[in-house]
């Protein structure tokens, strides 16, 4: 009998079905049962990991009753990330979010108070914690590398979120375009739009990168294109005690990062005062420069050790010894992030710096 029950909650968020196979495939958990109010949506998945007919879920109050689970998947709308964590909280279990954290700081703060009185842990994943060259580009800043770290400059997105599936997907332009009037990905009231779902990793990891340290203000502008209500490209500056910092994303990239990295490159620039690291999504090596070699090199990219190769493994890993999750995927830091993103947004919005959120 697998020693981790996971139940999966809401196939909103593509990812869903990758964090799944992820699930399956590590020795120790099992998929206990999954939930969505469409059954078609868990169709793919059904098939793919052979859920048999009394784990899967179209009632949330059912599938909970069917429990006990040791931990949820939660890949609802944005905006829904507070009204479930909520409804997760009463069941004695761990919360395993899908990025973005929230759909604002207040829905980050609900989702932590609702989690602080059970002793389960709640977690946010960003997927890009798991790129090799951005985990070693932040071990390269640590160890000193660059000297302080003063910038980070992130660019990212894709093509648009309805262009792949679980596992990557893809889907025809043509059936892009007939999703999009419906999908929540493009609805404001659900949390959609690329500020909210790409500039939270450039955020948090860039939070993570900077030990912490939050910014002084934010100026942020957005796209704004006729017929669409949620923007398509943001670009915010970040101003911090000592150095700027600029969060870029994009849905409409030339291609996607994991296919055929496009133009801008998709990943993260450091600068510090003895050097800098170019970290491409999906790189195989970071390029740096440093005062004592000033030229470019690359530094190949460092494996992911045992028990942090993905998200899944990495939870269950601190789970079993019973630690907190850390860096990215931690409430507090992420926090943080939130503010970033929602200082983005109301700067967007006015049309003018703001200071940092409270």
């Given at each position: 009998?697998?020693?981790?029950?996971?139940?999966?909650?809401?196939?909103?968020?593509?990812?869903?079905?990758?964090?799944?196979?992820?699930?399956e495939e590590h020795p120790e958990a099992e998929?206990?049962?999954?939930?969505?109010?469409?059954?078609?949506?868990?169709?793919?998945?059904?098939?793919?990991?052979?859920?048999?007919?009394?784990?899967?879920?179209?009632?949330?109050?059912?599938?909970?009753?069917?429990?006990?689970?040791?931990?949820?998947?939660?890949?609802?709308?944005?905006?829904?990330?507070?009204?479930?964590?909520e409804k997760l909280a009463a069941h004695d279990?761990?919360?395993?979010?899908?990025?973005?954290?929230?759909?604002?700081?207040?829905?980050?703060?609900?989702?932590?108070?609702?989690?602080?009185?059970?002793?389960?842990?709640?977690?946010?994943?960003?997927?890009?914690?798991?790129?090799?060259?951005?985990?070693?580009?932040?071990?390269?800043?640590?160890?000193?590398?660059?000297?302080?770290?003063?910038?980070?400059?992130?660019?990212?997105?894709?093509?648009?979120?309805?262009?792949?599936?679980?596992?990557?997907?893809?889907?025809?332009?043509?059936?892009?375009?007939?999703?999009?009037?419906?999908?929540?990905?493009?609805?404001?009231?659900?949390?959609?739009?690329?500020?909210?779902?790409?500039?939270?990793?450039?955020?948090?990891?860039?939070?993570?990168?900077?030990?912490?340290?939050?910014?002084?203000?934010?100026t942020c502008t957005v796209d704004e294109t006729?017929?669409?209500?949620?923007?398509?490209?943001?670009?915010?500056?970040?101003?911090?005690?000592?150095?700027?910092?600029?969060?870029?994303?994009?849905?409409?990239?030339?291609?996607?990062?994991?296919?055929?990295?496009?133009?801008?490159?998709?990943?993260?620039?450091?600068?510090?005062?003895?050097?800098?690291?170019?970290?491409?999504?999906?790189?195989?090596?970071?390029?740096?420069?440093?005062?004592?070699?000033?030229?470019?090199?690359?530094?190949?990219?460092?494996?992911?050790?045992?028990?942090?190769?993905?998200?899944?493994?990495?939870?269950?890993?601190?789970?079993?010894?019973?630690?907190?999750?850390?860096?990215?995927?931690?409430?507090?830091?992420?926090?943080?992030?939130?503010?970033?993103?929602?200082?983005?947004?109301?700067?967007?919005?006015?049309?003018?710096?703001?200071?940092?959120?409270?």
């Amino acid at each position: 009998m697998s020693r981790f029950r996971i139940v999966g909650i809401s196939f909103d968020h593509m990812h869903m079905g990758d964090l799944l196979r992820m699930v399956e495939e590590h020795p120790e958990a099992e998929i206990a049962g999954i939930f969505d109010p469409d059954r078609s949506r868990m169709q793919a998945a059904i098939d793919a990991f052979g859920i048999t007919e009394d784990r899967v879920f179209t009632d949330f109050e059912a599938c909970m009753a069917a429990g006990p689970y040791d931990m949820a998947l939660l890949c609802v709308a944005t905006a829904n990330h507070a009204e479930y964590t909520e409804k997760l909280a009463a069941h004695d279990l761990h919360v395993f979010v899908e990025k973005p954290f929230a759909a604002s700081v207040g829905d980050a703060r609900r989702m932590i108070t609702a989690m602080e009185p059970t002793g389960k842990q709640l977690i946010i994943n960003w997927p890009l914690r798991w790129v090799e060259s951005h985990v070693t580009a932040k071990h390269l800043i640590d160890e000193g590398l660059i000297g302080e770290l003063r910038e980070v400059h992130f660019y990212d997105g894709n093509r648009g979120p309805l262009y792949h599936l679980a596992d990557k997907v893809e889907v025809s332009p043509e059936e892009v375009e007939r999703q999009k009037p419906q999908s929540w990905w493009y609805k404001k009231a659900a949390g959609g739009g690329a500020l909210l779902d790409y500039m939270g990793y450039g955020a948090t990891l860039g939070t993570w990168y900077m030990n912490g340290e939050a910014p002084l203000e934010v100026t942020c502008t957005v796209d704004e294109t006729p017929g669409i209500e949620v923007d398509q490209h943001a670009i915010a500056i970040c101003r911090f005690a000592k150095g700027l910092s600029k969060l870029e994303t994009r849905w409409g990239t030339f291609t996607d990062p994991w296919t055929t990295q496009p133009q801008p490159t998709c990943g993260f620039v450091f600068v510090g005062t003895d050097g800098t690291i170019a970290s491409p999504d999906y790189a195989s090596h970071v390029t740096v420069q440093t005062r004592a070699r000033p030229e470019r090199h690359e530094i190949p990219v460092r494996p992911l050790p045992e028990g942090e190769r993905n998200a899944i493994e990495y939870v269950l890993s601190c789970i079993d010894r019973g630690a907190q999750v850390e860096g990215p995927l931690s409430p507090e830091l992420c926090l943080t992030a939130q503010r970033i993103v929602d200082t983005a947004v109301l700067s967007a919005s006015e049309k003018r710096t703001m200071g940092l959120v409270p």
